[in-house]
């Protein structure tokens, strides 16, 4: 009998997941995600990563370039190496190390859709920040190790991709683009702004001129490619996610059997909020540190932040859930290690406190303006 | 003909290994296939995108998996 109910609880968490205004916002990004990786030029963005750049240039780009080149999370560490020890040096290396992973469109859209607007706009936007602010301090922590090193190698980071040049104007990518992500968010705006009939007929209006463009501007290659890297997008990351919030389901439905007056939707949230639930900055560090120690696959940190630990049920203050997501993604014990090897102990150390202790801080200042 | 395939042993690579094997076969020339996974060995022959394929010492793929006509076209 428990047996049975535990499960529902897992199948209850699941079909939040796979409702409606979920999925409309999350298989328009994953579309998203896959043109972002077979249609934006790499080359346009690696050649800021030189050493010669300017700092002002290659940092900002170092954090915002997640989105761009962060696609698969095995091609984040020869980049990093690369900027690192012959390119831009440790500063922008150690922003694109963190904001890779940290600010990818699924994750943002995911957090914005499940756990509101408020708490994914702070996600992405202090992400951002936060990519600049590590790498400028590891730059200044280390610079005299960072003024010894000779850099020359401005030539590897013009060059990088095989890529062919495309010879699309600038404003049919820009359209196309834009299209997209105008599906994606008129999709998934809620029927009380926009009512339905509208809004169908304007994403209707919006896929055929995605449609129009492929047909005369992209080459069948190019379409076959962007639809071949969104399935294998999707392929990757729902089933885990799916089976993710199913075990998030039945953690709870079991916990409810061990912490009293508690229900399955919240009970690990009723256990863990006096140490995680509030807003002041032993919560926001508790829930820092849980963030860059646990494993999270891509998307599941947001059923964790919103299902497990209570989010979603007003159990978990802001300033700790985003705190979570903050240091979440870019770090966990299996990363830590690999880091670790790459960076040697020192400079790995100095950059995972630095994570945990600004995370705090940006949930901590969250927690105060949005409660 | 010695065939490295560059790549920290991620999905991607193994796929990229897998489509270099076929395409080989397929052609059925004699190459030497070597898989390259250490991290400092790939960045110093000037590659940042993983996976990549390098021919005979030169890189000739970078950043995406391949398709079979690409690798055999690269070979002949």
Redesign the interface.
Known sequence: MQIIEIFIEGLKALQEYLSAHVLTCLIPAFFIAGAIAVFVSKKSVLKYFGANTKKYISYPVAALSGTILAVCSCTILPLFTSIHKRGAGIGPATAFLFSGPAINILAIVLTAQVLGYDIGLARAVSAVLMAVVIGLLMAFIFRKEEAKKHKDDDKMFAGQTDEEGNKRPIWIALLFFISLVLILVIGAASSSYIPWVPKLAIVYVLTLIVSVILIFYYTRDEVKNWGKETWGLTKKIVPILLIGVFIVGIIGGIAAYFIPGADPTNAIGVAVAPYIGGNDIFSCLLASIIGAILYMPTLLEVAIVGNLFGYSTGLMGGGPALALLLAGPSLSLPSMVVITKVMGWKKAAVYFVLVIIIAALVGFVYGMIAG | MKIEIL???????KATEKIVKKAVEELGIKADIVKVED??E??NR?????PAIVVDGEV????HVPSTDEIKKLLK
């Open positions: 790549g920290t042993g991620c999905p991607k690579c991290l400092q790939i960045v000037g590659v940042m995108m993983t000739k793929i970078v950043g």
